[in-house]
């Protein structure tokens, strides 16, 4: 049964003003672009920044403005940047660090808030993942609660925020530990790696973990507030929006398409059987901004933004499209581009030394003796760490259920449909997975030159 009424996006958003965590962020640059360009009546769009490496907060809206993913709001939204209105803060500090005319204005004037800042550093120490993705999401919602105009508040988790589990729902499973237990068990044993990895339990990593609690912490508000929970699965380059391919960060999968299309990584571990769930960037935004305009209050919604279900590729399927575009594109730095996945250990170790190591060994060495940088053993080190972070996610398979979303999808009317697009059936993986290794090479690996004349390089951030 459907239980949402149509909703008309543009209209929700006209006149109102949003508030915006995480903007400078891959999904909040994509988002704000989004509001900008599709809902040219919004009001402000109030983004939430943190002063970072010596760059005042008030500043850093630059980072947003200039961003690749802007290009066709410049062209034609002349007046965009009046829109933009930067905040200075710290998700983690209480009233998220904000100055007490600027709560102000959020009470005031915001009736939509888009939590996205989170910490998705896999491993980040317990205490800090707690201090920016549990606290962070508890201050948000003591200021949701203040707030005279809210229509709708959107959390932004994870579809693995419950990873331990094989069928997932679109419903908050319960935490098995207390919250307050948690943080104290964190703050004591800060560095003691026994206990820490006790506490997460059958998560695979602190983020999914305080990912789980945060959910927890939104489930409380569900009385008070309208919310609801989007949860994307691994999030890839754009479908269409802002461009085809367009992707600014190396999280998730993209490490993994970067190394097999350059031709320096060829193993990896996993199951090649497996479905892998990969979301294009634009379905997840789209589904972000129509989920808002359709919060209820004391009805939390769950959406699991996932393409598993509806749309199943498996790894070797994504393997094949992806190497089938880098021949196609002579997109390879070295021959033989491909990717294998290996389930077995010992045996991915083996192969690992054969067709990366040594191969990275005497490139090295034959760039030094030429006189040029070594960079394939410092790229192999990064892949390995890559390997650690997905090797759980391509090992394992999950039942995501989305009738949430499918239900939501049909309540758009056709010009919503055209505007806010986010069924994933009609994904094609060919045409989608060929922009995403094109889009990696355009916006992240900047540096085109093959080892032989030059060196390879590959973002300092990378995994
Ligand atoms: N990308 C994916 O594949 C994926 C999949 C599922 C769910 N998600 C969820 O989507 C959301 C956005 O992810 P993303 O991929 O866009 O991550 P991202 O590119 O790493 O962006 C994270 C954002 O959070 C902000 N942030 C972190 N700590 C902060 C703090 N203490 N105070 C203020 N802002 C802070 C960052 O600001 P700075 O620029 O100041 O660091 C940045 O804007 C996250 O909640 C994540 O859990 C992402």
Redesign the pocket.
């Known amino acids: 049964m459907n239980d949402y009424a149509r909703v008309n996006v543009k209209e929700f958003y006209s006149g109102k003003s949003v508030f915006v965590?995480?903007?400078?962020?891959?999904?909040?640059k994509a988002l704000i672009e989004k509001l900008l360009y599709s809902c040219r009546n919004i009001d402000n769009i109030y983004v939430?920044?943190?002063d970072?490496k010596g760059e005042r907060a008030c500043d850093r809206v630059k980072q947003i403005i200039n961003s690749t993913a802007f290009e066709r709001v410049r062209i034609r939204n002349i007046r965009y940047i009046e829109k933009i209105r930067p905040m200075s803060?710290?998700?983690?500090d209480e009233n998220l660090g904000l100055s007490k005319e600027n709560l102000d204005i959020i009470k005031q004037e915001v009736a939509v808030v888009f939590h996205?800042?989170?910490?998705?550093n896999f491993n980040e120490p317990l205490k800090d993942a707690l201090a920016?993705n549990l606290n962070?999401t508890e201050e948000i919602i003591k200021l949701c609660k203040q707030m005279t105009k809210l229509e709708a508040f959107i959390y932004?988790?994870?579809?693995f925020s419950n990873s331990d589990l094989r069928k997932i729902e679109e419903k908050v499973y319960p935490n098995t530990l207390n919250i307050e237990y948690v943080r104290s068990i964190a703050e004591c044993f800060p560095n003691d790696e026994y206990v820490i990895s006790k506490l997460v339990g059958n998560k695979p990593n602190t983020y999914t973990f305080t990912?789980a609690l945060a959910e927890e912490v939104v489930l409380r508000a569900r009385e008070d507030l309208p919310i609801a929970i989007v949860r994307?699965?691994?999030?890839i380059s754009a479908l269409k929006e802002p461009s085809p391919g367009w992707i600014d960060?190396w999280?998730?999968a993209t490490g993994l398409f970067v190394g097999m299309s350059t031709g320096v990584m060829k193993v990896m571990i996993g199951k090649g059987d497996n479905v892998t769930d990969l979301v294009p960037l634009d379905i997840v935004i789209n589904l972000i901004i129509v989920a808002a305009a359709n919060c209820r209050r004391s009805s939390l919604q769950v959406f699991n933004c996932c393409t598993g279900k509806s749309n199943p590729i498996t790894c070797n399927q994504a393997e094949t499209i992806a190497r089938r575009a880098t021949y196609k594109h002579s997109l390879n730095y070295l021959p033989l581009p491909f990717m294998w996945f290996i389930s077995d250990t010992i045996l991915y170790n083996i192969l690992r030394f054969a067709l990366q190591l040594i191969p990275s060994y005497l490139m090295d060495f034959w760039l030094l003796i030429n006189g040029k940088r070594a960079t394939l053993l410092k790229i192999q080190s990064r892949i390995r760490r890559t390997v650690e972070l997905m090797q759980f996610f391509l090992l394992n398979e999950w039942d995501i259920e989305d009738s949430n979303v499918r239900n939501l999808l049909n309540t758009l009317s056709e010009e919503d449909m055209d505007t806010f697009h986010f069924d994933v059936k009609s994904i094609n993986w060919d045409e989608c997975l060929e922009n995403y290794v094109l889009g990696t090479r355009k916006h992240l690996v900047k540096n085109p030159r093959r080892p032989d004349k030059g060196h390879l390089h590959i973002n300092e951030t990378m995994n």
């Open positions: 965590t995480g903007g400078t962020g891959y999904l909040g939430l920044l943190r970072k803060g710290n998700i983690g996205l800042a989170a910490t998705v920016i962070g932004v988790s994870t579809a990912k994307p699965s691994i999030v960060n999280n998730g």
